[in-house]
């Protein structure tokens, strides 16, 4: 169990948050990345459930070197992987990246990871997504020393879907994963096997991150006191400038935004539009179409991306459009959240036959209604709110700041029951976009009551055409001035668990609760 290294004002001061420092921006070296470096991420071809087994490794967490870019390499805190016992390419290291090996299992797998801290601090790994079992989620109160060992054992039992692996000690998470602790867990299943999607070379994770480095190639981090850390540079999959080369076919891309603070707008750059067919929980009932999809921290993207009429020798750019976070959201240095940015650059150099065409209809999809709901007339209600400590900005999660042990009498819920729960982002100021996640359990937007007018309004309009809402989510974009109701199971595991704001330097000011499942 963690020590509190220090108290949580203390830990303001220290990182930086008072001084509402920004970073130093780095120099000529940060901006002479390997122009056009590429992943070799190539995920199994042959990834059809039954060829996964369950698993069991090893990952540790340690400080290690990079080559991001020409001279000195970059520092960074990296899990690494071994397999103890399993199918070794069921554990896929992103060879030159800072990011963890991807973790392919299927649903029904059983995975067994004995996690090693080799960093100097205290830390936890937490599974983004997945719904385990109290004591295999990461709760910041099973944080161990340097040199301890955590052992996590469950079974996977999630819709087939893209999730993540990160950090997730109290007060040190944005710390821990912004130097480069996080990897991808790939969860297939039955049910996805059947539509036979774009795989191997032609299913593409992107993991979308932002990062500062300085002169010496070095990643500066000094998060803004309201607005986290928004670094001045897109990194794909751990690599800046991302570009692919493409063939004119289909292709599946598996998008995670991994950043701190930085909410993307996603669409692609000639206009045509972005057809997603899953999010966080996996595939939709159907694919859908948007002009932009958001996509804030914490959130995942199923996209599927048709080339097969592009001319060879042409290119897709895939953009962050400009938005407007609204409130006190739109600051800091730039490029500010909202500004535009190129994510990755996909150029069409070969031709290829393609036989398949877009499913209509995935099916297989439960959708909640308001009458299943116990409280369908009285929503769990979880107010954003903000308040100065002691002259310091605290954003806050229903009414109170992070407390290890305990919960308020709204935060304790039965178990495998539906509820509406209401996010409400409507006091009138400072407020800004926060993207809350519940641990644990996948949730469908019911309804969104966006701001009436004002300013809040006018940013509204810039994103609003950009929500998936008939999804299974974990994490969920509240701007300013919205309310959004969810429909959620509750888990049918008992315990303490974290709902909390996933722009994490907010979390780790202290914007996360617990929450109990009741027995
Ligand atoms: Cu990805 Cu508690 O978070
Ligand atoms: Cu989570
Ligand atoms: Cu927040």
């Known amino acids: 169990m963690q020590d509190r290294p220090l108290d949580r004002r203390e830990f303001l001061k220290r990182t930086g948050y008072l001084a509402g ?21 190539v995920l199994p071809s042959q990834s059809k459930p039954g060829n996964f087994s369950d698993l069991h490794i090893r990952l540790v967490m340690a400080p290690a070197a990079v080559s991001l870019f020409p001279g000195t390499p970059t520092d960074v805190w990296q899990y690494t992987g071994t397999v103890i016992s399993g199918r070794s390419r069921q554990l896929e290291p992103i060879p030159g990246s800072y990011l963890g090996p991807t973790i ?35 709760h910041p109160r099973f944080a161990v020393l340097p040199g301890e060992v955590y052992n996590y054992d469950f079974t996977v039992n999630e819709r087939a879907g893209l999730y993540w692996y990160h950090p997730h000690p109290d007060m040190r998470t944005a710390a821990q994963v912004v130097k480069g602790l996080a990897g991808l867990i790939r969860v297939t299943d039955e049910h996805e096997a059947k539509f036979d999607l774009p795989s191997g070379e032609y299913e593409i994770p992107l993991v979308i991150q932002d990062r500062t480095f300085d002169s010496n190639n070095q990643i500066a981090y000094a998060p803004g006191a309201l607005l986290g850390y928004l670094g001045n540079q897109v990194l794909v999959n751990g690599f800046p400038a991302l570009t692919k080369t493409c063939r004119t076919r289909c292709y599946r891309l598996r998008i995670i935004n991994g950043s701190n603070a930085r909410t993307y707008k996603l669409a692609w750059a000639d206009g045509t539009p972005i057809t997603v067919i899953g999010t966080e929980g996996g595939l939709l009932e159907a694919p859908v179409t948007r002009p932009y999809v958001m996509l804030t921290p914490g959130e995942r993207l199923d996209v599927w991306a048709d080339f097969s009429a592009k001319t060879v020798g042409s290119q897709m750019i895939l953009r962050s459009l400009a938005w407007t976070p609204g409130g006190v959201g739109g600051g800091g240095q730039a490029p500010v959240n909202g500004a535009a940015m190129t994510i990755a ?24 209604t308001l009458d299943q709901a116990t409280n369908a007339g009285a929503p769990r209600i979880f107010q954003i709110s903000y308040i100065l400590s002691g002259g310091q900005p605290v954003w806050l999660l229903n009414g109170a700041v992070f407390d290890m042990n305990t919960t308020l009498p709204n935060e304790n819920m039965p178990r495998n029951t539906v509820e509406v729960w209401e996010i409400r982002n409507t006091l009138a100021s400072p407020v800004m976009p926060h993207p809350i996640h519940f641990h644990g359990r996948h949730f469908q937007v019911l309804q969104r009551i966006g701001p009436t007018g004002g300013a809040n309004l006018t940013a509204y309009n810039t994103v609003n055409q950009g929500f998936i809402n008939a999804a299974w989510k974990d994490t969920v974009l509240v701007m300013p001035g919205e309310t959004v109701r969810l429909l959620v199971r509750t888990s049918d595991f008992p315990g303490l668990y974290v709902y909390h704001c996933h722009l994490l330097e907010h979390e780790d000011m202290g914007m996360m609760r617990n929450f109990r499942i009741l027995a």
């Open 21 to 41: 420092g920004v970073a130093a921006l780095g120099g000529a070296g940060a901006l002479a990345w390997r122009a056009g470096a590429q992943p070799p991420m």
């Open 104 to 138: 392919h299992v299927a649903r029904g797998n059983r995975l067994r990871v004995r996690m090693e801290n080799a960093l100097p601090e205290a830390t936890i790994t937490h599974w983004h997504g997945l719904d385990v079992p109290e004591d295999q989620d990461g």
């Open 345 to 368: 650059t996909f150029n069409i150099a070969a031709a290829a036959s393609e036989y398949r065409s877009l499913p209509p209809y995935f099916g297989d999809f439960e959708t909640l």
